[in-house]
């Protein structure tokens, strides 16, 4: 079975304040890692994967194998960053992603 | 281009009634998939189509529930017998069908059983 665990139901910092959004997850396998992200009144997006190893918005994901992690971090949180994020995992062959019940992160000026 | 589309963005229904919930992917996109988020949830995964054919349906709580893909486009989420705990956001994504392609996310229908 595949879960993802995201402990924090809500965040708050402060703008310019360095960001942790935390997700761990179980898999038996070798799983793809997502973060999603909604914001106010608008769908669900994807924010970044960690097969692109890239930055969005100034976020960046590692997976930790060992500690089963893809935390979400940000240097300098802003305003705009205010939302709700998902982590969401995919494994096997068709694609379905599990996701956390998501962290609402709220950036205070 | 449009992204994926969604309709009727809500829907009230009465218990015992049968609803229809639709979905328009993006253009071109042979995967399709259909989840459910309840309140103070994420998204949980209800079903998948490869085509007109429906890859994985595992995610379907009962036989109430049923989707059809017929021409490999449009989606059609069926609903029979509704029960007020099936109150909850409806949403569709659509990719192209790679591994681990991005999948887009429709604006979602939200169902309300009274």
């Known amino acids: 079975a595949q879960r993802v665990t995201q402990p924090e139901k809500l965040l708050s910092v402060f703008k310019g304040a360095p960001v942790e959004l935390k997700c761990n997850y179980s898999?038996?396998?070798?799983?793809?890692l997502f973060w999603y992200v909604q914001y106010s009144r608008q769908r669900l997006q994807l924010l970044l994967r960690?097969?692109s190893r890239e930055s969005i918005k100034g976020f960046t994901a590692d997976l930790n194998k060992g500690e089963t992690s893809f935390h979400l971090k940000k240097p300098f949180a802003q305003e705009e960053d205010s939302a709700m994020y998902y982590c969401?995992?995919?494994?096997?062959?068709?694609?379905?992603?599990?996701f956390g019940k998501g962290t609402l992160l709220t950036v205070n000026p | 281009g449009a992204g994926v589309s969604q309709t009727p963005s809500n829907k009230v229904t009465e218990k015992g009634k049968y609803v229809e919930l639709r979905c328009d992917p993006i253009?071109?996109?042979?995967?399709l998939y259909w989840y459910r988020q309840s309140l103070g949830q994420g998204p949980e995964f209800l079903i998948y189509?490869?085509?007109?054919?429906?890859?994985?349906d595992s995610g379907l709580p009962n036989d109430r529930f049923f989707a059809v893909r017929p021409e490999g486009s449009v989606s059609t989420l069926k609903i029979q017998r509704t029960e007020r705990g099936d109150s909850a956001v409806y949403l569709c994504?659509?990719?192209?069908?790679?591994?681990?392609?991005?999948?887009?996310f429709g604006p979602g229908t939200r169902l309300t059983v009274l």
């Open positions: 994504a659509s990719s192209r069908g790679l591994a681990y392609d991005t999948q887009y």
């Open positions: 898999y038996s396998g070798s799983p793809e």
């Open positions: 960690h097969i």
């Open positions: 969401a995992l995919s494994g096997g062959s068709n694609y379905k992603l599990t």
């Open positions: 253009s071109g996109h042979t995967a």
């Open positions: 189509f490869q085509g007109t054919g429906a890859a994985d």
